[in-house]
């Protein structure tokens, strides 16, 4: 097999073919892996029912977070997917965070970014060792610079700003023959999300273990046993979930409502769901109200939630103010301790509570002021002690 790397230094519509001349006799047998046969591969709808040849396997580099390690371990629901890098290296003076680090021969099939601030930056592709990149982007943008290529092969994403939020989709294929390292050098902040697909074709003279199998390619993908088996959400005993409140105001223009936390794990939150708030800013509040059992004093525990886009909270119910304070920041999506408010009275038959972001962790990324709020359980306490009092 013979890798050919048609990316030229200089990123203008003419591509030419740079024979690698170490691997041409090694792969004088095999079929060559070039821009123009990937591109035919493309197109081809027969490609995807033939065994590929040369074989390869498909892998993936991504922003996933690095806290998930395994089913059984801390942080399996570990969700800050963004600004997650390989390792951050110098290169010429330059601080280059490495996306992809990966030996050949191979080739990136697709390419997906977005983000959610400042695009302000340089992307840069090494390819076969050298020092110098292949292909520069000068933002988080694959539309940017002058490797002007357009769809189908670049695909902006709905909303996508070339100088605001949104991403795009690079589907051109890039082989390489022995090596492969995608940098971003950060020049503004913002949320960095990713996902490079890319192949790592066998080496000469070894062959797949496994024989192609028609027969059993036609059967049903049988579910996992652990998906079958997960538990299913529940609420807490004598739970009132959030979600199912009356929001009865909000300072802003911004979204106030039900979240499903399927991708966090729904069992861990009261029902499976909670209240989201994507507020924007301090002082950003909501007010949500409950109907009363009675008119007896409750003692309310709030079950909340955090995550790393969470900011800082005060509570007031009733217009009385809880001297409890919430931080909502925490590295992954997951249920927060529990929040005593105290013990209040109902008034008009009702309870009203009010939250106020007041601001944010210095760890807090992205949003910085969401929060959620899972449930409220009202407790009779032992010995009413008047209003606010935990």
Not at 154 to 181: E, M, S, T, W
Not at 235 to 248: D, F, L, N, Q, Y
Not at 261 to 270: L, N, Q, T, V
Request: proline share 10%; charged share 20%; net charge neutral.
């Amino acid at each position: 097999m013979l890798i050919r790397n048609p990316i030229a230094l200089s990123v203008v519509a003419c591509l030419v073919p740079l024979s690698l001349g170490g691997f041409t006799a090694a792969f004088a047998n095999q079929p060559v892996v070039s821009l123009q046969s990937l591109l035919e591969e493309m197109a081809n709808y027969d490609s995807v029912a033939r065994w590929p040849a040369p074989a390869y396997t498909c892998r993936q580099a991504s922003s996933y977070d690095r806290g998930t390690v395994a089913p059984d371990k801390p942080g399996w629901f570990a969700n800050t997917d963004q600004n997650q890098f390989i390792r951050t290296e110098t290169n010429q003076g330059r601080a280059e965070k490495v996306m992809m680090d990966a030996d050949g021969p191979g080739c990136i099939v697709r390419f997906w970014l977005t983000t959610g601030g400042n695009k302000k930056g340089t992307l840069r592709f090494y390819l076969d060792g050298a020092t110098e990149p292949a292909l520069t982007f000068p933002a988080y943008d694959l539309l940017s610079g002058d490797f002007r290529i357009g769809p189908p092969l670049v695909q902006p994403h709905p909303g996508y700003r070339p100088d605001g939020n949104g991403g795009n989709n690079f589907y051109l294929p890039i082989p390489y023959a022995k090596h492969c390292k995608i940098t971003w050098n950060e020049a503004s902040d913002g949320a960095r999300y990713y996902q490079i697909n890319y192949r790592t074709y066998a080496f000469p003279g070894t062959s797949s273990n496994v024989p192609p199998q028609p027969r059993e390619a036609a059967l049903p993908v049988p579910t996992l046993p652990g998906a079958v088996a997960a538990p299913k959400p529940v609420r807490k005993p004598g739970a009132i979930e959030c979600e199912s409140m009356t929001v009865v105001a909000k300072s802003g223009d911004f979204f106030a409502g039900a979240q499903d936390m399927k991708p966090f794990g729904a069992e861990r939150w009261s029902g499976g769901t909670h209240l989201l708030s994507q507020s924007k800013a301090v002082g950003d509040s909501v007010e949500i109200e409950w109907p009363a059992p009675d008119d007896a004093p409750r003692k309310l525990v709030l079950y909340a939630t955090q995550a790393p886009d969470y900011g800082e909270l005060r509570f007031t119910i009733n217009g009385k103010s809880v001297t409890t304070k919430f931080d909502g920041y925490a590295e992954s999506v997951r249920p927060a301790p529990v929040v005593s408010l105290g013990v209040f009275e109902p008034r008009n038959g009702k309870y009203k509570l009010r939250v106020e972001v007041v601001g944010a962790n210095p760890a807090s990324k992205g949003a910085k002021y969401y929060f959620g709020l899972d449930c409220m359980v009202m407790d009779k306490p032992a010995a009413a002690s008047g209003d606010g009092v935990p």
